[in-house]
Structure formats: C-alpha cells, structure tokens
C-alpha cells in the first residue's frame, strides 16, 4: 500500500510539474515580481492556507515545508 501511495502522490507532483514547466514554455503563464506585502503565515501548531500579495497579484499556498513555521523564507517586504 505504501509503494502505491508513493507512487501516486509523486506522480501527482509530476504532473503538476510537467503542467507548470509546459505553461511557461509555451507562454501561457505571467511572471510577477515585487515586494511582498498581507503576507498572512500560517499558525504555528495549526493548517491553514498562507497567502500574500505581489504587486496587486493575490498568491495563497497550502501547508508545506516553505511555510512560515517549517522555516519558510517569505514576509512581508521580501522581494520575490
């Protein structure tokens, strides 16, 4: 069972991959850069959505390892 989940948690991670890497390819993403601003951690001890804003463009993330308590690097005035 393991093996199965592995198997299928990281092909979800490639697919997600080989989406993102393609989009950009063929042209079909925007980049945004700037300064963080409403940069909204997660609770430490709690799950919940991070969000933050780049230059009036709205990002929230899911709980990972780049997340405020695991250690993440964004905050506010962070240049991304």
Not at 37 to 63: L, R, T, V
Request: net charge negative.
């Amino acid at each position: 069972m393991a093996r199965i989940f592995f198997s299928d948690f990281l092909s979800n991670d490639i697919d997600r991959c080989n989406t993102t890497v393609n989009a950009y390819r063929n042209g079909d993403c925007e980049i945004v850069e700037g300064y963080v601003k409403n940069f909204a951690p997660m609770p430490e001890g709690e799950h919940a959505q991070e969000s933050f804003d780049i230059d009036g463009i709205y990002f929230e993330y899911s709980e990972n390892s780049h997340a405020k308590p695991h250690g993440g690097v964004i905050r506010n005035g962070t240049y991304l």
